[in-house]
């Protein structure tokens, strides 16, 4: 990370390029952010404040900054803040007053971000005192994202993402988009490590010799399934059993019973007059395996009759599972034209009505077999352009070049290096040149050392111009930016469409719309999926352990092993939150929905887990349909999704204070720290002289009695007891254990509410901003592939005063993360030299920090 | 008319995939094993090694990760999550006048092949001023004795874990220098252990603080790593010769792509690279050994694992017999093998218990909850009592057991997963370190850093030039 002192003359520099960067972009919104900018007085009588070195403590003359500070600045805290951060007092080892140098207020953003946000959350002031006024939080705000923070407002810092390497999931789409194979790295892959809720971040993605490994037999995997190693081979046309009917009966080959006459048949087209092959692979089958009985089967080519066959069903000679196969291959003269292949089967006496059968498993017609008929391969002009490799050395050699220069320049997204493909080429041309190589062969080694280069495994971005100057912000060239909304929005590399506006320069040009094409193709489904599920966590109830027994017996019910929920349940109520996500994204609708919509989506399964097998008949299938509901309804938007419900529940009963911890990081945007060590446990926190079990309500007010843990459960518990009407399983209810539930409650910030419902609408209306700027947080994160830092802020602020002027709809919050200067943009690298490697001898490894 | 043939015009063929799977399907719960003495490489007795230390020499190990008899020394460090129920755990008596516990009773065939050692701490999981996140500081902590940052992404950073820095030094006398198995495969969605990234949760080994190593879930793919591709040994073999020549052919290039990129990168990407490069270069030594001593692949002789077994007993015990088969076949003398990571919260309906293992683990002295922690707490020490009987009943080239020839630590960095404690670990070292530790024995430490437990280990694995590790305040003596 640059240091402050580095970051802020560049700034300066930057300005002009800055305006035409914004000038640009302003062109390019979906909605309308670029007037966002104005109305920033500080920016306009001093953007920033150049600080080139640190200053000496004390009598030197105020800076800039320091007068602005004691000027407006200084009297917010003291009425605000001083009562606890003041005048001697300095809890939570805070002194505000105390901060006297540039020094202390401009190198300190870790102490600025934390003002900022518990401000703006209402989290301080603290103990009931009245939150900033807005006006007085306005100028806090924007003293501390363009003042303590640095940021110019005319030129925001882009941050600079670490070099990217896919992840499992994009690793998967970007091999089937290259090469058509589908390669499962959820099996083969270990998982990816997780960090700041999302499986996508840059710094947190590594490389380990174990991962190597797996990328090199991947790469050879892949190819060896896709690319051609000849450029010729036998013609094949393939009919399985379901292909051959019954012209009678309508029914097909794959399970003929030995006890009914039939004849199944399948015409083949035959292109041209020549030899071929007929090769069958039939089987028999039998759902019992002690009948005995006999059929006969006749194969006929044509008229002509090819074998004729009595397959007897020996009972348990075949076992029971694995049914035999045999094969047999006819040797036809066939002219142009349609050809009929056929099995007429005909009972033989004995055995009962018991299900044996034969079965056409395949047909396959090889042909012709003259070597000088033979075809290309399946895929051969996927990645081969002319019929034959040429043979002179030079000749061949240049088709290598072109062949994989084309292929490495999809596989890199951005064009390949010269050196590059020398390297390749010299690869492919040793083993193609090798005795009993083909060129093919030659050129797919190649293509598995594309795949194993690191300009494939990462990410490589460039700044759009080489000129720009070091340590300050530039454009990512377009070959980025084509990556940064393919893998943002389709966990994959960029389609063609994509690439070729970046070879052209003109992707800029047309964002919008090119950002409206990627929205609505059936790839955004991988942004739906993998950017809700883990913003929501709905993923975990994939796996969350849930204990129908005790959540039920909370209930006064004794569970059945039918109250377990099946995987089927699982994967349709992670189904639902993407569904939801979905919907909002592809109609445009207002993220408020997101809080309190007043619909749900329902597919077969769920509609039977939330209701019941009648009203699940309203919903065939596993499409995931949307259910409008009357006003009053417990469900609607994602807070009281099942999934919801069941990831922030113990195993066996219903956690408050993880549902409100849920609704502070994923809604609100403003966790709770960690507790701290040593606390005492709940239960043991419970009133004792209580004359019934105590609620889970009485539970936790006994918890907040110690002052401890009530500056964190004020918060947390109110959010959580409200949704005590949804049980562990995420199912309405209106008691626990024998009691009435209480979900009545009053924010710590002071508004009141009886339930769930009424929750919803309070957040939705007086914490919409918060709501905002938690997605918005979210979905950057996401979209970077790396964490939120101090000086994203403003970024963030800028994105979320735009959804705030556009009602909120979704496509103001994504052109705004895409249309951000940190998605736009990048830190260029600074001229600093690199640290010198240590190279000491080891004698004590991992000094105590 | 006529009967089916097995042979046709087109060479006919029955299938036997059904006795193949039925095979597999069996193989969670035994391994067919070949005589032992054909699978050990015949390089071993022979072999040469590098210049070992004083120390080691005076512990016997007179050459690295071998012992006096010139067998190969093995060091395994075996991690289950959430600590063990206190008074479970702890024997009765002392010394080798010592009686298991319910939670160690497991361990009665193997009882004077293990110590039991009390007293040890991983204190740098201790809060510490970081709040909460005990689980993912035990994990961090574990094995690099050293704190790990608390952090949501960008800048992890823990320390090298013990057993790479064995592997570092010895790692090239075998394929491969090292091994991490796991048998977790679920990453939480989301957030992991309160502020910390899930790196800390789920790798045990770090070859570098800021290079976590993921673990191998997958018992098959584990099986075709050490032994490769194919139905029978000489496909295999042929497979791992296929393997070597085509990622010979790839790895060249690829380390000069890498190198080449690092004059655009900043600092962090290049760390990332680096990262990258190591990693290939990893493989091309362990090529270029295979290459120089081509008789050093002895195939086990058994079918490829099918996958991930659906009990969860039977995945643990497939994992731990590919640890061993990797042990036997001298594939590797260091490993690390994660049961879960530390705040799992799998159920383990099939032993009985519906609840969430953590939850059951802060049982606010709820007996019930106790007794099912009790529960889990056995069901892990039950499968590694079955890998130390499968080690104890497998002969050595030098005529002791497997398992006599091993450092086998068995552990966690929570004591009390009620309370999150770190002092007092439960930890079982098994093995007798080809001769060079005492096993059969209860010791009471006074209180000492588990890293001196590794100072202990690494030394008579041959390490040299390690003075101090972590928060070590010296050797722990006596083991």
Known sequence: MNTPSERRPNAWVLLAVGSGVSALLGTLLLTGIAGCSSGTPVAQTSPVTPVTTKQPTSPSPETPALAQFHQNIQPILAENCYECHGGGKSKGGLALDKLNTDDQLLHNPDLWLKVIKYTRSGIMPADGNPPLSSQDQATLDKWIEFTAFGVDPQNLDPGRVTVHKLNRTEYRNTIHDLLGVDFNTDVEFPSDDIGYGFDNIADVLNVSPLLMEKYLTAAQTVVDQAVPNKSRVVATQLATGKEFLDATTGKDGTKMSYFTPANVSHTFSIPQEG?????????????????????????????????????????????????????????????????????NLEPLAGGTKSVIAYQVRKVTIEGPTDPAKWVHPANYERFFTRDEAPTDPDARRAYARELLGAFATKA?????????????????????????????????????????????????????????????????????????????????????????????????????????????????????????????????????????????????????????????????????????????????????????????????????????????????????????????????????????????????????????????????????????????????????????????????????????????????????????????????????????????????????????????????????????????????????????????????????????????????????????????????????????????????????? | MNTPQPHRQFAAERHHSLERRRFLRGLG???????????????????????????????????????????????????????????????????????????????????????????????????????????????????????????????????????????????????????????????????????????????????????????????????????????????????????????SSVLDFVGSETRGLGRTLSARDNQKLDEFLTSVREIEQRIQRAEASPDKHPDPGIATPAGIPASFKDYVRLNLDMLHLAFLTDNTRVASFIFKGDGNNSDFAEIGVNEGHHFCTHHHNDPDLIAKTCVIDHFYATQ???????????????????????????????????????DNLPIVLAGAGGGTLKPGRYTQYDPAPIANLYLSMVDRMGVTALDRFGDSTGRLANV
């Open chain 1, 412 to 849: 890199f997204r951005r064009p390949v290096p010269e050196e590059s493909l020398d390297k390749l080429v010299d690869l492919a041309q040793k083993i193609y040149s090798a005795p009993g190589k083909t060129f093919e062969q030659g050129v797919a080694q190649a293509m598995v050392a594309v795949l194993a280069s690191p300009r494939f495994l990462f990410r490589i971005e460039e700044p759009l111009a080489a000129s720009t100057t070091p340590g300050s912000f530039a454009l990512v060239d377009e070959y980025s930016l084509a990556s940064r909304l393919s893998y943002f929005l389709w966990s994959t590399m960029p389609d063609d469409e994509l690439f070729k506006l970046a070879a052209a320069g003109q992707l800029r040009a047309h964002l919008a719309e090119q950002v409206q094409r990627m929205v609505a193709d059936p790839r955004a489904s991988a942004f739906i999926q993998n950017f809700s599920e883990q913003w929501l966590q709905s993923r975990a109830v994939l796996n969350v352990p849930l204990s129908a027994k005790d959540i039920l017996a909370r209930e006064g019910i004794t569970a059945s092993a039918a109250d377990d929920l099946t995987p089927a349940q699982r994967v349709a109520l992670n189904d639902e939150a993407a569904a939801y996500f979905g919907y909002v994204m592809h109609n445009d609708r207002s993220v408020d929905e997101f809080l309190d919509g007043n619909y749900i989506f329902l597919n077969s399964t769920l509609a039977n887990y939330y209701y019941d097998a009648t009203y699940a008949r309203n919903f065939p299938g596993n499409e995931m349909r949307k259910v409008d509901l009357s006003p009053g309804d417990w469900r609607g938007g994602v807070l009281t999704m099942g999934s919801v419900m069941m990831v922030t529940s113990n195993p066996t009963r219903t956690s408050p204070v993880k549902r409100g911890k849920w609704v502070l990081e994923n809604i609100l945007g403003a966790p709770a720290p960690p507790p701290p060590p040593n606390i005492p446990a709940l239960e043991e926190a419970a009133p004792k002289n209580a004359d019934h079990t105590p609620t889970m309500r009485e539970t936790l007010a006994a918890h907040r009695a110690d002052p401890l843990c009530a500056s964190c459960h004020d918060r947390m518990d109110p959010l959580g007891l409200a949704m005590e009407n949804f049980d562990a399983f995420g199912a309405v209810r209106t008691t626990d254990l024998g009691q009435p539930i209480d979900a009545t409650g009053k924010l710590s910030t002071g508004e009141s509410f009886k339930d769930v419902r009424d929750l919803k609408h309070i957040l939705v209306t007086n914490h919409r901003e918060e709501f905002y700027r938690c997605l918005t947080e979210k979905m950057l994160t996401y979209a970077l592939g790396r964490g939120m830092e101090y000086y994203d802020v403003p970024t963030i602020d800028k994105i979320v005063k735009s959804m705030d002027s556009n009602g909120g709809r979704f496509s103001s919050l994504l052109s705004g993360v895409i249309n951000s200067a940190a998605f736009q943009e990048e830190r260029t690298l600074t001229t600093e030299p690199p640290a010198p490697a240590a190279s000491a001898p080891i004698l004590s490894l991992n000094t105590p920090r």
């Open chain 2, 29 to 247: 719960v035994c391994l067919a094993l070949p005589a032992m003495e054909s699978l050990m490489p015949s390089r071993l007795l022979g072999a040469a090694s590098p210049g070992a230390s004083a120390l080691a020499g005076a512990l016997g190990g007179a050459r690295g990760a071998t012992t006096a008899t010139g067998a190969p020394l093995r060091m395994a460090f075996l991690s289950f999550p959430n600590g063990a129920i206190p008074s479970k755990w702890w024997p009765t008596g002392d010394g080798k006048n010592f009686e298991l516990n319910d939670t160690l009773k497991p361990l009665a065939n193997v009882k004077d092949k293990i110590q039991i050692l009390g007293g040890l701490a991983d204190q740098s999981a201790d809060n510490g001023g970081d709040g909460g996140g005990d689980h993912a500081r035990s994990g961090g902590t574990f094995l690099t004795a050293v704190r790990c940052k608390k952090t949501l992404g960008a800048d992890f950073r823990a320390g090298i874990s013990i057993d790479q820095v064995a592997a570092q030094q010895l790692g090239h006398l075998t394929p491969f220098p090292s091994l991490q198995i796991s048998c977790d495969t679920v990453q939480n969605a989301g957030a992991c252990d309160s502020g910390y990234v899930c790196v800390y949760q789920h790798n045990l080994s770090w070859s570098s603080p800021t290079t976590p190593l993921s673990p191998e879930t997958n018992p098959r793919l584990l099986f075709e790593r050490l032994f490769g591709t194919g139905g029978t040994a000489a496909e295999r073999q042929q497979s791992l010769l296929m393997r070597q020549t085509q990622q």
């Open chain 2, 384 to 422: 590694f009592a079955y890998f130390l009987e499968k080690m104890e009943a497998t002969k050595d080239v030098d005529g002791n057991s497997l398992l006599h020839n091993s450092m086998i630590m068995y552990g966690g960095g929570i004591a009390d997963g009620n309370r999150h404690s770190h």
């Open chain 1, 275 to 343: 030899d071929y092959d007929v090769k069958l692979e039939e089987g028999l089958g039998s759902d019992i395996t002690f009948t005995t009985a006999n059929c006969t089967v006749t194969v006929n080519l044509d008229d002509q009759v090819a074998s004729k066959t009595v397959y007897p069903w020996h009972g348990t000679n075949y076992g029971s599972e694995i049914y035999p196969s045999w094969f047999e291959t006819f040797h036809v003269h066939w002219a142009a034209g349609d050809h009929q292949v056929s099995m």
